[in-house]
């Protein structure tokens, strides 16, 4: 079995720039917790600098330290020019250490040939503990590790307008997840039904007094059902959400003026959960209230009433969609209608505000692994618009078929092989009129970036 997820996903124009030294963030923890089994994570690959003499322009210093990679590919200084480099497009992935990515994930990724200053994708593999906040009768409860859960996490993001939406969300929207999930900690372990209402966290949005637990035959119709697989499904919902917020605040601190679409992939459970906030121009009708229409209420795994913009007559005076395909425009501007980020983005030769049209709520598939039996050769392939514009997915199914064809299946370099060669299928070979397939058509001059997930499970190629 093959199963493969597609992330289309656009840029716009790139901006450059290093943004001024970031504070903490208030609302998170400082770090990812892991359970203690989990190998440490290496420190995010450092800048690459400019060199040390005083004559060196300071847009050079700038433009250098605004560019960082993925903390797992562990670069060191002259690796970052490596990858930093649009002529030479070398194939970036973890070094073959033994200390391998979760699952043994398989990786790579390559800058672009020349479309923005820096690669504008991100990504994050982690292996995230969360500790319950409260016990199930809502009453807190003293820290104990062995209590908590934990969940793997996949994520790619494609920037636009510039990478720091796709930098920022890289280092916390698991984090953000894990917050989202530490109320339901023991009602996940509970083979039980959930109860239909949470006990509300101070502070949080639409909190309040109430501290008690509704059972479900307590209150609503018995048509109405909370499972597990919804509220794990709801706390990624509100991460994106509340990750799309705290961009809004921080946005002109950390200057990140520009969006990402998100890819992320969430094992908790048994269950593989693929979330996507990505340039889906057909789901529009999500996307707005016409005049005199009533807020739109979303069912989740907490009560919340979702409240897009009313369109006004001003605002008709641009046209939802322009183009058509690949070419297609919201707001003649965009070519997403889900994304984090842009806060900052107006209509072209407007004041309109694309964001109250752009939502950050995710399309969230659930995959239920214990329903299946899986082999070494059964992955889940994310890739990023780099892969999936120049490549279809017969192309890719083949390409799977035949690099792990060529390993031992128990093989953990496999993956990260398969991940290599995608990439480069993608990208091509440089010739005297670009980056060219095989068969002669233009390669992809966009961001690559492609994980390779066996669905084996945690069990099986740790």
């Known amino acids: 079995m093959l199963n493969r997820v597609r992330s289309a996903v656009a840029h716009l124009v790139s901006s450059g720039g290093a943004p001024p030294p970031r504070p903490k963030s208030p609302d998170l923890p400082n770090s990812t917790s892991a359970p203690p089994a989990a190998p440490p994570q290496a420190p995010r690959s450092p800048p690459a600098r400019a060199g040390s003499g005083s004559a060196a322009p300071a847009r050079t210093v700038e433009s250098r330290a605004s560019f960082c990679r993925p903390t797992f590919l562990q670069l060191s200084p002259g690796g970052l020019r490596r990858a930093d480099d649009h002529a030479g497009r070398a194939v970036q992935s973890p070094p073959d250490t033994g200390r391998r990515l979760p699952w043994s994930t398989g990786y790579a990724e390559v800058i672009n040939s020349g479309k923005s200053r820096h690669n504008e994708d991100q990504a994050c593999c982690e292996v995230v503990y969360v500790e319950g906040r409260r016990s199930v009768s809502g009453a807190p409860r003293e820290p104990s590790r062995g209590q908590g859960l934990c969940f793997y996490y996949w994520g790619l993001f494609d920037g636009h307008a510039g990478g720091r939406a796709a930098e920022m969300a890289s280092r916390l929207l698991h984090r953000h997840i894990r917050e989202q999930l530490k109320d339901l900690v023991e009602i996940l372990q509970d ?272």
């Open 191 to 462: 083979a039980s039904p959930p109860p239909l209402c949470l006990p509300s966290t101070p502070g949080a949005p639409g909190s309040s007094d109430s501290s008690h637990l509704v059972g479900p035959q307590s209150c609503w119709s018995s048509q109405k059902e909370v499972t597990h697989e919804s509220l794990v499904v709801g706390a990624i919902e509100n991460a994106f959400q509340f990750m799309d917020e705290q961009m809004a605040r921080e946005r002109h601190g950390h200057q990140v003026e520009g969006g990402c679409c998100a890819l992320v992939v969430v094992y908790l459970l048994g269950k593989v959960y693929v979330a996507n906030a990505e340039p889906s121009l057909s789901g529009m009708e999500k996307s707005f209230q016409c005049p005199g229409s009533s807020p739109r209420r979303l069912s989740a795994s907490v009560s919340r009433c979702l409240a897009y913009k009313k369109i006004e007559l001003e605002d008709l005076r641009f046209p939802l969609v322009c183009g058509e395909g690949k070419k297609a425009r919201m707001m003649a501007t965009i070519g997403v209608t889900r994304g984090l980020g842009d806060h900052n983005l107006r209509v072209c030769s407007s004041t309109l505000p694309i964001k109250p049209f752009l939502s950050s709520f995710p399309e969230v598939r659930v995959y239920d692994l214990t329903q299946y039996e899986h082999c070494p050769d059964d992955v889940l392939v994310l890739g990023t618009d780099g892969l999936w514009d120049v490549t279809s997915d017969c192309e890719v199914a083949a390409t799977v078929d035949r690099v792990l064809s060529a390993y031992e299946p128990n093989d953990p370099s496999r993956y990260t092989a398969l991940a290599q060669a995608l990439v480069l299928g993608a990208r091509g070979t440089p010739r005297d009129r670009g980056w060219r397939l095989p068969n002669n058509k233009l390669g992809s001059g966009d961001d690559i970036s492609v994980f390779v997930i066996p669905l084996g499970g945690p069990g099986s190629y740790s």
